[in-house]
């Protein structure tokens, strides 16, 4: 049986659902900057929580939630991410998560969902810059000072392994000049990890809060038999997962990431004043985002490719899977796989932050949208839960899905949508915003009643 405080949720970015992006004093950030395209949105409106997030809150009342893992906007709350704090932005959150505690909803609050302050990404190139870890650990302990009194959970970074990822790690970084290196990309990666360690240091030191680093677990497995494919999806997993799991558990960068960057003579540039204080690292559970999985064959990679390159040029679709219209390969068991090798390794309580599918859905302005693919996507990756938790006594304490209440995709996509909720608007027209309950808002109800022991169907 899952505990009784178990925690039911969902979890969202700034700059996916709040718009109001010149509201009330609030700073640029990178995505305010973005261009919209033929499939995707600009950031200025999103879903307009910031002017209807009390009826959001309302939905995820009646559907059962009591957790909330949402994003301070980090501009938003310092215009320019080095300066002066805006009493403003800071009052909103003040309200957002006292409203949330009146119905009953437990706040989280991840501090960077990727949308660094325009002014730090043109200055300083964003988390190239050890000037930008310093603002970060600035304003990550004020917001815990703030709340902290009210908030007792807490993420710095989402999904911080995305660091490690060429094709991403330097947009999301907020690195304004990028040059793309190996060696640049690697400081980030400390640089990155220095600004959680610093938050959460304090927070164990000054609080009674809790933290966790997040990464985004992806799992990926041999395609064949073949040692060389087992090889790589062993490496790949031990870099791109386990190498932050272990800095947020033990404070200490990995014997395998020591050797990668001794081999390759990589300098992190980590100073020793750094590595004392990261030594200090620990994290209370261990959280992070599981939608899929994939396989790695390795004759599709060059001779000598980079690490890097392993699922960028590796990937290979599993024949034995289903695949949604994003490509995006479903597999529950895989999820149960990932607990147990995450907590056989480290021995503290788990905390998925993060599962869902996004489908491309349009509502008729009449009709209840049927998505009985999303109901029977959650009640997979639930029972792959409970059976974790149940036959493999894996201790978990919450399930967060993805925007639940439908929300523009990281790509700004608002055809890929994720929730139990609609929001009547498409990328270039936002209609009247409109929420409206899907029949997966009806089961996820059901589900959180009963405390996830009754996954069945409804009529």
Same mark, same amino acid.
Request: net charge negative.
């Given at each position: ?226 040692? +060389?494919? $087992?090889? *790589? @999806? ?7 997962? %386990? &190498?932050?799991?272990?800095?947020? !558990? ?23 004043? +750094?590595? $004392?204080? *990261? @030594? ?7 959280? %992070? &985002?599981?939608?899929?999985?994939? !396989? ?164």
């Amino acid at each position: 049986m899952l505990n009784k405080k178990f925690y039911w949720g969902n979890s969202v970015s700034s700059m996916q659902t709040e718009g109001g992006f010149d509201r009330d004093g609030k700073g640029p950030s990178i995505y305010d900057i973005r261009i919209p395209s033929e499939f995707s949105s600009d950031w200025k409106v999103a879903t307009n929580c910031y002017e209807q997030y009390l009826e959001d809150f309302d939905f995820m009342q009646e559907m059962g939630m009591n957790m909330y893992r949402f994003q301070i906007s980090w501009s938003r709350v310092n215009p320019t991410g080095d300066g002066d704090w805006n009493e403003e932005g800071i009052a909103f959150y003040d309200k957002f998560i006292d409203d949330l505690l009146a119905r009953g909803i437990e706040p989280m609050i991840c501090l960077y969902h990727f949308d660094m302050p325009l002014h730090l990404a043109k200055t300083y190139d964003g988390f190239l810059s050890k000037d930008v870890t310093t603002a970060f650990a600035r304003y990550g302990i004020e917001m815990v000072k703030r709340f902290g009194h009210k908030v007792k959970h807490w993420l710095t970074f989402n999904e911080q392994n995305i660091f490690a990822m060429k094709n991403e790690c330097f947009l999301v970084a907020g690195v304004y000049t990028q040059t793309g290196s190996e060696a640049e990309l690697f400081k980030i990666f400390h640089n990155t990890m220095m600004a959680h360690a610093y938050v959460a240091n304090y927070i164990h030191a000054f609080t009674d809060c809790k933290i966790s680093g997040m990464v985004s677990y992806i799992e990926a497995y041999p395609a064949t038999c073949h040692p +060389e494919d $087992i090889r *790589l @999806a062993r490496v790949w997993d031990e870099f791109i997962n %386990f &190498s932050f799991l272990e800095v947020f !558990t033990t404070g200490q960068y990995s014997q395998f990431l020591q050797n990668y960057l001794k081999v390759h003579e990589i300098d992190l540039g980590a100073t020793p004043e +750094e590595l $004392i204080e *990261l @030594a200090k690292l620990t994290s209370d559970y261990l959280s %992070f &985002s599981y939608y899929s999985s994939t !396989t790695i064959n390795h004759t599709l990679l060059p001779e000598n490719a980079s690490l890097l390159d392993t699922l960028i040029l590796g990937k290979q679709d599993n024949p034995y899977i289903e695949t949604t219209e994003w490509n995006w390969q479903i597999d529950p068991l895989g999820f149960r796989d990932v607990l147990n090798k995450i907590y056989t390794r480290f021995q503290i309580p788990l905390f998925p932050t993060e599962n869902g599918i996004g489908v491309i859905e349009q509502w008729d302005g009449e009709n209840q949208i049927v998505d009985d693919y999303r109901i029977k996507y959650h009640r997979d990756h639930i029972q792959a839960l409970k059976d974790a938790v149940i036959l493999d006594g894996i201790p978990i304490i919450g399930y967060l899905g993805w925007g639940l209440i439908d929300i523009l995709s990281s790509q700004g996509d608002m055809r890929k949508r994720y929730g139990f909720v609609y929001v009547n608007r498409d990328n270039h027209d936002l209609k009247d915003l409109k929420r409206i309950p899907k029949k997966s808002f009806y089961w996820f109800k059901k589900v959180t009643k009963t405390n996830g022991s009754d996954l069945s169907d409804i009529e």
